[in-house]
């Protein structure tokens, strides 16, 4: 019986997938879709990817010559936007159409896409909790307001390396930058310190949350089998990844209940971030249908803390591993320094505006290495690009690392050379689209205002206070290992150690 339907229904099976297959195929031909490389049956191109996806769909784009790519992911269709001109359509032009997030499988663990900015679609709830982060965080007005505690963070920055230096202890860049990143996060939100332990648990979630975030399940690309998709490799990251939310949660639960009881008791506001969304809270909106409340608040203050600190964080880490491959680079800009600062010990916000050099460190730092790698975008409505369609509902991808390295817009696109800046006519805050590290358009990166100021004063003050060097054994191996670590945000797989001697 088992041999006579083997007999039977295999050969019927393989006509239905080839029908399926070829007309799918006539489908497409159809619509118009953009150019791309040829799917297999079932898998489509999933073969295709690695574990660097952004790398290899800058190669699939560059040998089918298709700034505007078609790819059959499992069952999803895909279109990859992968220079200047169609990332200007996706993310200006008819970003309206196409401004939706595609949220995979690892990322909705824990229900926190449902009170995330990163997640939520263009709606009033989403514009109602941007605006309250803009205006209490981001703003002109809150900035002059923070200065002092930008430079609170920097000195404790400064006060950290300066610890390792005296005691010839090698300095983990990418962790010495976060604490100060996320120092500054927690004191602007909540008006307190953070905890050396608690900071540090937070630094470990957010280089895990970033990855397993980004990581690819089986429902993603085949969502009809979602809910029996019981593989061991997505439960495993779906409860790691509850627990990093879970545990995030806690801490900033615990942080507005007892902003809740200083509030009963009368104390003084703080006129913080936490304050103007306990004012808010109860505030219905009877459009959608959702009010103010603890998830709402949590989800916000969650985005801010990880996805604010991760980025800052991961460009320092970049930009001191090209400095440190680049001596001459590095001497340069530590002159320039010195010139404009002369005997005065600490950077402030004013200088940054006279040191191009410096500026141009971090516009070719965020050029090869750009905060996010791939933007994840969904169309809400059939659009029509470059004389190709893109089908509602498909997931659009916009390769941000693969357009910032393009040859038609850069001279040696593969080079750290910051002669590329020198006429300062190009800047990476979302108009100038060879160059959007951040993003741009409606889903900009709202923490860059914060990120850009951050980004100069942490590094002027690790290179003005300190000499870099590798640490013996990159030198002996030839140098460092920038292996990349694909995620939301993209990282260094090996973290930087280094050796910094304190400049007296």
Known sequence: MAAFFLAVALPILLVVLISSYALQLFHDSRRRLPPGPWPLPLIGNLHQLDRLPHRAMARLAARHGAPLMSLRLGAVL?????????????????????????????????GHCDSSVLCLPLRRRWRALRRLSAAELFSPPRHRDTEPLRREAVSGLVFLVSGHASRGAAVDVGRA???????????AVFSGDLDAATAGEVSDIVGEASVLAAGPNVSDFFPAVAPADLQVVRQRMARRMEKLVAWTYMVIDQQIELRRRRRTAGEPRKNDLLDAALDMEGEVDEGEGWAMNQDAIRGMLMDLLVAGSGSTTSTIEWAMAELLQNPRCMAQVQDEIKGVLGTRRHVEEHDISKLPYLQAVV??????????????????????IHGYKIPEGTTVYVNLWDICRRAKAWDEPEEFMLERFDKDDVNFLGTNFELIPFG???????????????????????????????LPEDGQQGGLDM???????????????AVAREIL
């Open 78 to 110: 895909a279109v990859v936007a992968s220079s200047p001109d169609t990332a200007r359509e996706v993310l200006q032009r008819r970003n309206a159409d196409v401004a939706a997030r595609s949220i995979g499988d690892s990322m909705r663990a824990g």
């Open 363 to 384: 516009k070719e730092t965020l050029r090869l290495h750009p905060t996010v790698p791939i933007g994840l975008n969904k169309a809400e409505a059939t659009v029509e």
């Open 177 to 187: 930058a976060h604490a100060a990143a996320l120092g500054l996060l927690w004191r």
């Open 483 to 497: 292996a990349e670590q694909f995620g939301l945000v993209l990282s260094m797989a090996t973290p930087l150690r």
């Open 440 to 470: 741009a358009g409606r889903r900009i990166c709202l923490g860059m205002p914060l990120a850009e100021r951050m980004l100069h004063l942490m590094l002027a003050s690790l290179l003005h206070r300190f000499e870099w060097t590798m």
